[in-house]
């Protein structure tokens, strides 16, 4: 499975290319670049804390819970996710990448490490306990490449699979956007859950449209 904003946006997260995904009149592609953290690491903080406030009191909803039923289900399963608020976990899922990183992790711009850190809000700057630099939100920004951990993962799982279905996302941010027809030229049967037609709904094999929440539990009970 492939999951985007669209899943979480039933448990109230907005999406990212919705009205109600600005924050302050900045599209996420002007906030979410190493350029713009260089230039302005307080006004970057200060969405993710935002971002941060908003997540922390939401909860997965039944898509989520239906992922990490089928999960439970399936020998072989893997989700690969571009969602940072970590509702999958929440939800029970474990085998999955979260490509595009977690909102509730902080990296050390100098010394690299990785922490934990579900502070609401985090302290604007804040800095390495170890070494005293910049931290960061451990996120993957526009411009920057997925953890080369990640990508093989996704390539392996995405090359192997039967059947790939690809859940509330827009289809535009890569290189997920391009995991549908990675699979389908691998030979996988490719579904697609969304509101809308996206990009990719003309190279699947089928595209229903819906809410993530009220179609993805009907795979645990198929008629
Ligand atoms: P988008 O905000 O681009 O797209 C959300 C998609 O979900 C749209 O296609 C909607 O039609 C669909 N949608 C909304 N509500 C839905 C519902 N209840 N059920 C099913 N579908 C629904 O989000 P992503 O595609 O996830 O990156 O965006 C990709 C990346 O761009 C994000 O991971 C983020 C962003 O910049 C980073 O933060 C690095
Ligand atoms: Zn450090």
């Avoid at 799982?157 to 509330?168: E, F, H, S, T």
């Avoid at 699979?183 to 037609?197: M, Q, S, T």
């Avoid at 993530?212 to 198929?222: G, Q, R």
């Amino acid at each position: 499975m492939l999951t985007g904003a669209g899943i979480s946006a039933d448990s109230g997260v907005p999406t990212f290319r919705g009205a109600e995904g600005l924050w302050k009149n900045f599209r996420a592609e002007d906030l979410a670049t190493p350029a713009a953290f260089e230039r302005d690491p307080r006004l970057v903080w200060e969405w993710y804390n935002w971002r941060r406030e908003l997540i922390a009191t939401k909860q997965p909803n039944d898509a989520h819970k239906a992922i990490a039923e089928l999960e439970r289900r399936s020998p072989d399963f893997w989700l690969i996710t571009q969602n940072v608020d970590g509702l999958h976990r929440d939800a029970g899922s474990q085998k999955l990448s979260e490509i595009h990183g977690n909102i509730w992790k902080v990296r050390c711009t100098g010394c690299r490490a990785v922490e934990n850190n579900r502070d609401v809000p985090i302290s604007i700057l804040p800095s390495c306990p170890r070494c005293g630099s910049l931290l960061r939100p451990h996120i993957v920004w526009f411009g920057e490449s997925l953890f080369a951990e990640d990508l093989d993962c996704c390539s392996k799982a995405l090359k192997r699979c039967d059947i790939l279905l690809v859940i509330g996302t827009s289809g535009v941010v890569y290189p997920a956007a391009g995991f549908a027809s990675v699979a389908k030229e691998a030979g996988a049967f490719v579904g697609e859950i969304n509101l809308d037609p996206t990009p990719q709904s003309a190279l699947i094999d089928v595209s229903l449209q819906g809410r993530a929440k009220d179609l993805v539990p009907l795979l645990l009970d198929p008629i």
